[in-house]
């Protein structure tokens, strides 16, 4: 079993950034991606990025890509969301998530979750 803690999510204004980090505890030697995914009050969860556990492969979604960048720290077992340039429509709970199923961007094929951090971004 694996436990995810999102950190790194605040208050900011359009234009800032803000580093999100998922740590990861337990193994996450069956796994194979590791997926940022969003969701905004009275909205379904919206898939954001995936990077796996191994190699350079990135995905994103259109909405993000140019401004948001994926990456890992695999000896501290964490995964970062870089956001950068970020908009008011950014405002979201960030959720990191732990999949099997390489390729996805469905939630639902998504095995363990993190209890989200709160990112909102004024205009």
């Known amino acids: 079993q694996v436990q995810l803690v999102e950190s790194g999510g605040g208050l900011v204004q359009a234009g800032d950034s803000l580093r999100l980090s998922c740590a990861a505890s337990?193994?996450?030697?069956?796994?194979?991606?590791m997926g940022w995914f969003r969701q905004a009050p009275g909205k379904e969860r919206e898939f954001v990025a995936r990077?796996?556990?191994?190699?350079?492969?990135?995905y994103y979604a259109d909405s993000v890509k140019g401004r948001f960048t994926a990456s890992r720290d695999n000896a501290r077992n964490t995964v970062y969301l870089q956001m950068n340039s970020l908009k008011p429509e950014d405002t979201a709970v960030y959720f990191c998530?732990?999949?099997?199923?390489?390729?996805?961007?469905?939630?639902?094929?998504?095995?363990?979750w993190g209890q989200g951090t709160q990112v909102t971004v004024s205009s």
């Open positions: 998530a732990v999949g099997s199923y390489i390729g996805s961007s469905r939630p639902e094929m998504y095995d363990y």
């Open positions: 337990g193994s996450i030697f069956s796994t194979t991606v």
């Open positions: 990077i796996r556990w191994s190699g350079d492969n990135r």
